[in-house]
């Protein structure tokens, strides 16, 4: 399938008033071969400004047991970049097995959950489970809901740092609208504070990208 072929795709489900889980998922399974590719073809740079974001906050010194949730890791490419920062741990969790077929061929990753987290799913973990969490991507229609970042607080150390980065267009979709409003709730009730909160262009080369970074209280 050729790069824009792939957009289209991507584009129409995104625009359609009937995507629902399975599609998406669908989407996913016939795109894993050449996901990696194709992301590579529109110059992707979220995974490494997420890595980046992490790694400003975490000394060198404290990354090779600095325990990481990879959530909605598709393919791994948030793994590759943050081995490229030196972190260690990595688990990873993701309801698309085809996906994660290509993940664990990387043999980045530490434990790999193959599960949606969301609408009734949690993170099969303890809590306080991590240093960080890290999602790239995973907030779209049909992705994770909005809840999930009850689920993140749970599964953080205190001290635990989150970052997140999506399309930043789509927080204007409807079931993401409250995403920020509930960000800022948490932080309201001292669950954690907000570090940085960033637009930045040239995610892709087709948009822009929206950054969020947390740190639990
Ligand atoms: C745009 S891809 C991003 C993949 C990877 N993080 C990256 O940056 O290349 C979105 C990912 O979200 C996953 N996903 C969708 N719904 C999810 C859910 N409810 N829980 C966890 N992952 C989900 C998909 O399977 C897919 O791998």
Do not use: D, F, M, Q
């Given at each position: 399938m050729s790069e824009s072929s792939f957009r289209d795709g991507w584009a129409d489900l995104m625009g359609s008033?009937?995507?629902t889980k399975e599609k998406v998922l669908d989407h996913y399974a016939q795109n894993a071969e050449n996901y990696d590719e194709h992301l590579r073809q529109i110059q992707s740079t979220g995974p490494t400004r997420i890595a980046e974001k992490l790694a400003q906050q975490v000394p060198l010194e404290e990354r090779s047991h600095f325990d990481i949730l990879d959530v909605a890791?598709?393919?791994?490419r948030v793994g590759e970049a943050l081995v490229e920062k030196q972190f260690g741990t990595i688990d990873a969790l993701d309801p698309s097995q085809p996906l994660l077929a290509k993940l664990e061929a990387?043999?980045?990753?530490?434990r790999v959950f193959c599960t949606f987290l969301g609408n009734g799913h949690n993170a099969p973990v303890e809590d306080g489970a991590y240093d960080g969490v890290v999602i790239s991507g995973g907030f779209s229609k049909e992705h994770?809901?909005?809840?999930?970042l009850d689920e993140i607080i749970r599964i953080l150390k205190p001290g635990g740092f989150f970052v997140n980065g999506m399309t930043?267009?789509?927080?204007?979709f409807p079931e993401l609208l409250g995403l920020e409003p509930k960000m800022d709730q948490l932080e309201q009730a001292k669950k954690w504070v907000k570090i940085s909160r960033e637009v930045q262009s040239g995610s892709t080369i087709h948009a822009a990208g929206l950054y969020h970074v947390y740190k639990k209280l």
């Open positions: 008033e009937h995507i890791a598709g393919t791994g990387k043999g980045i990753y530490r994770l809901p909005i809840e999930v930043a267009s789509y927080i204007k």
